[in-house]
């Protein structure tokens, strides 16, 4: 017999978490893991418009990454039995390093830019954002439960990264980078 999706398990607003405990669907450790997922698509988003062949593997590694904090969020934090994989010191090494070498290559930033000029650019701005509403919905979850510390310091290393991102691609793509000029 073939695997069904659909379970109708979830049919009356609760899910279940790696370790069978059951939960309200708005429950914030399943706002959390959602949101990491909602990212994870975005930077899917990215990988299919950017051809250069070193960012795509490295947003492949990133997609990969976040399902390993996805996993943990999906986990009951006692009673869960299964190894899951983890998350290193390395990873954000990994994004530090490439938002160097993007900062030596983009011109200095003189104020604050907003998002667009080219779709590229903002498909990574929208990705930003959903980082960084990520990284909230895991700080809110920590707050009341356990979370390893190294989940919402790649998600905050993350946003920064895709914030260079779009202005590496702004640079690529010599669209108009437009700095924010406030209204007095």
């Known amino acids: 017999m073939a695997f069904k999706i659909y379970t109708k398990t979830g049919d009356k607003g609760q899910t279940s978490l790696i370790g069978g405990t059951r939960l309200p669907k708005h429950h914030i450790r399943i706002e959390a893991y959602g949101t990491v997922d909602e ?6 988003l990215l990988r299919d418009v950017i051809e250069d062949k070193a960012t795509n593997q490295l947003l492949i590694s990133i997609q990969d990454r976040l399902f390993t904090i996805g996993s943990h969020l ?26 160097d070498v993007i900062d030596n290559l983009v ?35 920590a707050e009341n439960e356990k979370v390893e510390d190294i989940h919402f310091k790649y998600l905050n290393r993350l946003s920064d990264y895709l914030f ?21």
């Open 74 to 99: 999906a986990a009951d934090p006692i009673k869960n039995k299964m190894e899951l994989p983890s998350l290193f010191e390395d990873d954000i090494i990994a994004l530090e390093k490439a938002i």
């Open 164 to 184: 260079m991102l779009s202005r590496y691609l702004t640079f690529i793509y010599k669209a108009e980078e437009l700095p924010w000029k406030p209204k007095k």
């Open 39 to 44: 990212l994870n698509s975005h930077i899917g």
């Open 107 to 141: 011109p200095e930033m003189k104020s604050f830019v907003l998002p667009g000029g080219h779709i590229h650019v903002s498909y990574c701005h929208i990705a930003r954002c959903v980082c960084r509403r990520a990284e909230r919905a895991v700080l809110r979850l």
